[in-house]
């Protein structure tokens, strides 16, 4: 822990890449849509594949993970952070940014994917009836209804959630033929809630991996959200207003794929869905500054 405290004091004050941090794979989604928004910034993308899913963890757990990758991603020099995750977003974004940041580095920030999805679904819906998919813990917390009610409270809002989705993707199942059975089944659950439903939010950024077959059940009438360029276009909005953040990124567009699970695996993936070839490195464990074994 103590080294990780010396390489994130030595890095403040220096501007480094972005961090984009998901459980897994489903923050790709988003680091693609801001690789495009942002070509000249440099990232690093942290998939904690070896701890997903975190959809059915408890609060504090993924309170803890989320703050070690946060923590981790400092040490590697990012001065912002994007939580490229529902679930990270809706159970550790707050505590993080009001309790751990003052104390780790006041002038650093961590960033979430609800709020900017809030903030725009006004624009989409024409009836007022809005739906969502997510992960059992995203749609427990309730962060949704909040920040919905808050923003935009003529909305009529339900939420579902779907447990086997993201095992699905992690276990590189989301083409095969089982993955149709789990998909109908919750979009004939969500559905069911409200019939009038006009725009679906994918409110778990793995779920764009399984956008054919959701496309494929749900109603064509019916509009499904994505969030990549939703945050995309959040962040470029985010850096004109803040000036002294926009200069504490680094400008060479390069990009590092981290993972805490198998790195082969990770970068077969993450090449197809990029589109072109990467190659993830391993962190064995995130509360030492720059260990890669693997
Ligand atoms: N991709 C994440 C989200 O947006 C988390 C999925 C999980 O690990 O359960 O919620």
């Given at each position: 822990m103590r080294l990780l405290a010396d390489a994130i004091r030595a890095t403040a004050g220096h501007p480094g890449p972005i961090g984009v941090f998901d459980s897994g794979y489903g923050g790709l989604t988003i680091l693609r849509e801001l690789r495009s928004a942002l070509p000249w910034a440099d990232f690093i993308y942290l998939g904690d594949n070896a701890r997903a899913p975190y959809g059915t963890r408890s609060f504090d757990l993924v309170y803890r993970f989320t703050l070690e990758a946060v923590r981790y991603l400092f040490a590697r020099g990012c001065q912002l952070v994007i939580l490229a995750c529902n679930t990270a977003s809706a159970k550790a974004l707050r505590n993080i940014q009001q309790h751990d940041l003052p104390q780790i580095d006041p002038d650093r920030r961590v960033l979430g994917v609800i709020r900017p999805t809030t903030e725009i679904i006004g624009k989409y819906t024409k009836n007022g009836h809005v739906g969502l998919f997510g992960t059992p813990g995203t749609v427990a917390s309730g962060s949704y209804d909040i920040e919905i009610a808050k923003l935009n409270p003529e909305i009529v809002f339900h939420s579902h959630a779907c447990p086997m989705w993201v095992p699905l993707v992690e276990n590189l199942?989301?083409?095969?033929?089982?993955?149709d059975y789990f998909i109908k089944k919750e979009i004939d659950g969500l559905l069911g809630?409200?019939?009038?439903?006009d725009t679906i939010i994918l409110?778990?950024?793995?779920y764009p991996l399984l956008y054919s077959k959701i496309r494929k059940y749900v109603p064509d009438n019916i509009r499904i959200l994505v969030q990549g360029e939703i945050v995309a276009a959040s962040l470029i909005d985010y850096l004109s207003r803040h000036p002294e953040m926009d200069r504490m990124v680094t400008r060479g567009g390069t990009l590092e794929l981290l993972t805490t699970e198998e790195p082969d695996k990770f970068s077969g993936l993450a090449s197809v869905f990029m589109g072109h070839d990467v190659c993830a490195e391993r962190i064995?464990?995130?509360?030492?500054?720059?260990p890669n074994i693997s």
């Open positions: 199942e989301a083409d095969g033929p089982g993955a809630l409200d019939s009038e439903i409110g778990c950024t793995h064995a464990d995130l509360t030492l500054p720059f």
